[in-house]
């Protein structure tokens, strides 16, 4: 600000008035701030200056004015705390001249890496004894630090301005920030456009179109990221906004857990970059284990040293996936957790602008902040989920004459959690129990009320309550469980030797019985109404009689769309159900669904009646996870039923096949493993089931050492593929079922 500024500022008083009108006043203090920050942007050749004013209680720090280019102007402060580390609140506590040319210096063993790309000044505002604040200057780290020169002008400015703010305070001025900062554009600060610069932005001679292209990229960036659901999302807004703008050849993202760095998604020529990245140790001394510490690196390749596991002679990038710590106005923590990287590589050497490493660093602020809300929002729904599974039977009850499946597939909701279950039960009277339930709502709530009603629904089928009277008592229970959430509920009691199916009905869909010859019908029930109204009503129920080889539904509304039930219809269309997998049958029926705004639940169980007088033929065992003996076990449990059963001539094949399916479930799931032998008709089916979700992948043999140490595990597939009839695997419960089944010969059994 220079004499003339001064002169007129202060002919600009009117002698003899002490207050002015809040907009006149307000007016004059925002033409005194603009003349400081527009001089002091100019003299110093900086890209951004601002004053910062003490708020009424003196308690902080708040910007009042920016002036200067952008993206600069976005990486100041809004507020500090008055002992804060940045020059602005050191200024104003020591009273004199402060400086921050580099928050985190570079160790010097750190070849190629660029430093942070702005250094800060500033003076205090202090006049007649009052503290008004302080004025502070960036400038690229390119225009080289502070000189003496530079600090008498900027401290100048600094005593010129003070004194006009004490002037204004004495005619009754309130000389204090306002709610929300007055940005200016100063014309002649934006660095000039570099020649080499491989990506053109803005024109030369427009003032300021340079910084207002970059600041597109970064709006356009952060629209697309409030709008991400996936990591799908967020690596398609990067490869879009950040990616293609710098012309960078790769993108990946990684995430740093349990000591290393895990590639969470990536884009372009990003091979390399992968190789480099994914399951690297944090300890490691590349740039890209520094990075993870919260410094953004930049390496610009070309000739020299460079980290060994980098390519020397292409300039890459290494962005920590946090928020910047040097432009926080509210920290959420004491330190913000590093979530990953956003890592780019070039196809040669490039520079990398101050203003273009400023704008970078805001882009992966947002990347980190939406990583971290997706991988928050997948852990919630993976707790829910799988607290949902913990809840579901992890087996259904061995029953004679009557095969069973289940399925169940959880809402695509952020909270991923519902109420469906289903259950199969023996009664003490020798009738099996089929129940679904469906608690409302897509919440932990609903997925602990439905584990509270599953409870009682089993303990009141223990003691041999028919349906009806199940459902009363657990309506009653439900009125005690302190919830406004209501259920609905079917359950069916089968006599599985004479085909007698009572049914009872809490709001739910009634039970579809697929007969034989290929119709389907509903076994009506009266409706009643769901638990939880707290009615004295009695529950109603009816009796149906079903012929051996019918196929009863079971299923939640998530099964069907929302204003018609066609179940019925997609049952309907398969004609006679004779050699009808129900597996299959039930990956159909779960595919052909709605759009997933529900949970669903599924149980298929198939009648079988009596087969030639003949009781079938099922055996079980149950295998520890840590039972050494299990697959020798295993081995033996099959052939000794198989030769009871008169089937010795299957046994070599089925004892092959289970060896290799309980290995696997041993090796790779870890958990506990069930193991089911069952004749029907004229098929043997075995069964190994673990809590694994994941399915079994058949991998080929391969003729190099690596490619067949990643096979060694996946060959038993192969085995089973080629000596069973038909084999799959399917959810069950709390993980899968991997099943198959062999036609038995003609002269056994």
Request: hydrophobic share 40%; aromatic share 4%.
């Amino acid at each position: 600000m220079d004499d003339r500024s001064v002169s007129d500022a202060e002919s600009s008083r009117t002698e003899g008035q002490d207050h002015e009108p809040a907009a006149a006043a307000e007016g004059e203090l925002t033409a005194v701030l603009h003349r400081a920050v527009h001089q002091t942007a100019h003299r110093l050749r900086a890209v951004a200056a601002a004053v910062y004013l003490l708020t009424p209680d003196e308690g902080e720090l708040r910007v009042a004015m920016i002036g200067g280019s952008p993206p600069s102007v976005l990486t100041l402060p809004g507020r500090m705390p008055l002992d804060a580390s940045y020059a602005s609140a050191r200024a104003l506590a020591t009273g004199k001249a402060a400086f921050l040319t580099d928050p985190d210096r570079l160790d010097a063993s750190e070849p190629g890496a660029l430093p942070y790309p702005y250094s800060a000044a500033s003076v205090p505002l202090m006049a007649r004894g009052r503290r008004f604040g302080s004025l502070t200057v960036l400038r690229t780290e390119d225009r080289g630090g502070y000189g003496d020169v530079d600090s008498r002008h900027l401290a100048r400015i600094g005593d010129r301005l003070a004194g006009l703010l004490a002037d204004l305070q004495d005619r009754g001025v309130s000389v204090a920030p306002g709610d929300l900062p007055v940005l200016i554009p100063v014309f002649g600060t934006e660095p000039s456009l570099e020649s080499g610069d491989p990506v053109a932005r803005g024109v030369p001679g427009v003032p300021g179109s340079a910084g207002m292209s970059l600041l597109y990229a970064l709006q356009r960036l952060t629209d697309m990221l409030n709008r991400a659901t996936t990591m799908e999302h967020v690596v398609g807004a990067a490869e879009l906004c950040v990616m293609a703008p710098l012309g960078a050849r790769a993108l990946a993202l990684a995430s740093a857990a349990e000591g290393r760095m895990w590639v969470l998604g990536h884009s372009g020529d990003s091979s390399v970059l992968v190789r480099e990245l994914h399951g690297t140790a944090l300890h490691t001394g590349t740039l890209a284990a520094r990075a993870l510490r919260g410094r953004a690196l930049f390496d610009p390749g070309g000739p020299g040293p460079r980290d060994r596991h980098h390519d020397g002679t292409c300039a890459a990038a290494y962005l920590p996936l946090v928020g910047s710590r040097h432009v926080e106005d509210v920290p959420m923590s004491e330190t913000g957790p590093v979530l990953g990287l956003c890592c780019l590589s070039f196809d040669g050497p490039r520079s990398f602008p101050p203003e273009e490493r400023a704008l970078l660093t805001m882009m992966t602020g947002r990347l980190g902040e939406t990583v971290q809300r997706i991988e928050l929002s997948a852990g919630r729904r993976a707790l829910a989920e799988s607290m949902q599974k913990r809840l579901l039977p992890a087996t259904l009850a061995e029953v004679p004459r009557l095969s069973a499946t289940t399925r169940y597939r959880p809402a695509r909701t952020a909270g991923g959690a519902g109420g469906d279950w289903y259950d199969l039960l023996a009664m003490p009277d020798g009738r099996v129990a089929l129940v679904l339930g469906d608690v409302e709502g897509h919440t932990m709530e609903s997925a602990a009320v439905m584990g509270q009603l599953r409870t009682a629904v089993v303990a009141y089928a223990t003691e041999g309550h028919g349906p009806a009277a199940l459902l009363e008592r657990t309506d009653r229970l439900l009125s005690r469980l302190g919830t406004e959430l209501l259920a609905t509920c079917c359950v069916m009691a089968l006599d599985t030797e004479t085909g007698t199916a009572e049914v009872a009905l809490a709001g739910h869909p009634a039970p579809l019985a697929h007969l034989p010859d290929g119709t389907v019908r509903r076994l009506w029930a009266p409706a009643n109404v769901p638990l939880g109204l707290h009615t004295r009503g009695p529950f109603g129920s009816q009796e149906h009689t079903v012929p051996p080889g019918t196929i009863l539904a079971l299923y939640s509304d998530g099964l069907h769309e929302p204003d018609r039930d066609d179940v019925w219809a997609r049952l309907d269309g398969l004609g006679p159900p004779a050699g009808t997998d129900l597996e299959h049958l039930a990956d159909r029926l779960l595919q052909d669904t709605s759009d997933g705004r529900d949970d669903a639940a599924l149980l298929l169980a198939r009648y079988e009646g009596v087969d030639g007088g003949r009781m079938p033929r099922v055996a079980r065992m149950h295998i520890h996870r840590r039972d050494l003996r299990g697959v020798r076990e295993a081995r033996g449990f099959v052939h000794t039923c198989l030769c009871d059963w008169d089937l010795a001539d299957l046994s070599d094949d089925l004892v092959l096949i289970a060896s290799e399916l309980v290995t696997n479930a041993l090796v790779h799931a870890g958990s506990d493993v069930d193991l089911r032998l069952r004749v029907s008709g004229d098929r043997v089916r075995l069964e190994v089931r673990d809590s694994d979700s994941d399915p079994p992948v058949p991998t080929a043999y391969s003729l190099t050492d690596e490619g067949s140490s990643r096979a060694e595990h996946g060959r038993g597939l192969y085995l089973v593929d080629a000596l069973a009839h038909t084999w799959n695997t399917s959810p069950s419960g709390r993980g899968k079922t991997v099943w198959l089944e062999m036609d038995i010969p003609r002269t056994a059994g």
